[in-house]
């Protein structure tokens, strides 16, 4: 027992720096679990990313526009442009998903290895850094988060910011897993999908776009029985994510979470996949999928049905 006494102290200290320090420390997103969702274990807090930036094993990747990055960053963070690193144009439709190689090549140039925990932020609720998550995903990559409240929280809190790009890395990345084809849904499984109620096609673009009084390809309107959740609608006005309670009933009153599986589509498959991580990840929906070519395919082909209201 004196023995004990004797050693208390210096293990009362050894058990907070263990304990108490850990990167892993749930506390640290306390605010975003305490709404609820099915897993919040890809969004995070900024007081978890502050905590984290001396973090070799983290890599942070601003998608916002590069001018907007030259101005002022999360520090260490890396810029990519996400239109050129997660989109492509293939055979003749734009912004479909690239190439595995070459994300992989976007991916060495920040030193990233498949152990890495990539977080991604924008400047718009995390429109485009769901795009790369996806993408991600899509590929195998295991870790990869989504930052809550974007760079607008994390400068109106007054943290750290940067105007010096991080010292140049370099790795030889490669995916660690085969592609995962049950995430991205085709131009004939949509189709399938018009007659079939147990599938339900999830229109994430705006109202306007929607009806066909807003015409982005060379038809205006929707896919005939899909249902439109306009992507924005699922973020506050500081562009975090709404409460479980507050997404479940506004995708549950369009009856988006009636079928069996879930088809997101958008212009160029961002905002789908915006929703896309809403309803897979914070709501628990089992089997949700991209429409990739969304209506930039599905517009552009006459041959293809289409309502307008």
């Known amino acids: 027992m004196k023995n004990l006494k004797k050693y208390l102290p210096t293990i009362i200290i050894i058990s907070l720096f263990v304990f108490g320090c850990s990167s892993d420390d749930n506390s640290l997103n306390n605010e975003i679990d305490d709404r609820g969702y099915n897993d919040s274990s890809r969004l995070v807090s900024t007081e978890w990313l502050q ?18 990055y030259d101005s002022g960053h999360i520090p260490g963070a890396f810029h990519m442009t996400p239109g050129e690193v997660f989109q492509q144009e293939i055979d003749g439709v ?23 925990t990539i977080v991604f932020y924008d400047g718009n609720s995390n429109l485009w850094s769901s795009r790369g998550l996806w993408a991600l995903e899509v590929y195998g990559h295991k870790n990869t988060k989504l930052l809550d409240g974007v760079w607008g929280k994390w400068e109106s809190e007054g943290r750290e910011i940067s105007t010096s790009p991080p010292d140049p890395k370099s790795s030889n990345y490669k995916f660690s897993s085969s592609i995962n084809s049950s995430l ?6 949509i189709i399938e999908s018009i007659d079939d109620p147990s599938k339900i096609v999830c229109d994430t673009r705006s109202p306007e776009e929607y009806s066909g009084k807003d015409v982005r390809a ?10 439109n959740v306009n992507w924005v609608m699922g ?35 961002v905002r789908a996949t915006h929703t896309w991580f809403i309803l897979t990840d914070l ?27």
């Open 218 to 227: 060379e038809r205006g309107g929707h896919i005939p029985n899909s249902k």
């Open 94 to 116: 734009k912004g479909m998903l690239p190439s595995a190689s070459h994300i992989e090549k976007n991916l060495s140039i920040t030193g990233a290895t498949p152990n890495s």
């Open 283 to 309: 709501l628990g929906e089992k089997n949700v999928k991209v429409y990739d070519g969304s209506w930039t395919e599905w517009g552009n082909d006459s041959s293809l049905p289409i309502e307008t209201r």
């Open 184 to 189: 991205i849904a085709g131009l004939d499984e």
């Open 51 to 68: 905590n984290e930036l001396n973090n070799e094993d983290v890599i942070v990747i601003d998608v916002r526009k590069k001018e907007q």
């Open 235 to 269: 973020v506050n006005d500081t562009g975090e994510f709404k409460s479980a309670d507050e997404l479940k009933k506004l995708y549950g009153d369009a009856g988006i979470t009636d079928g069996e599986t879930i088809y997101t589509l958008c212009q160029t498959a």
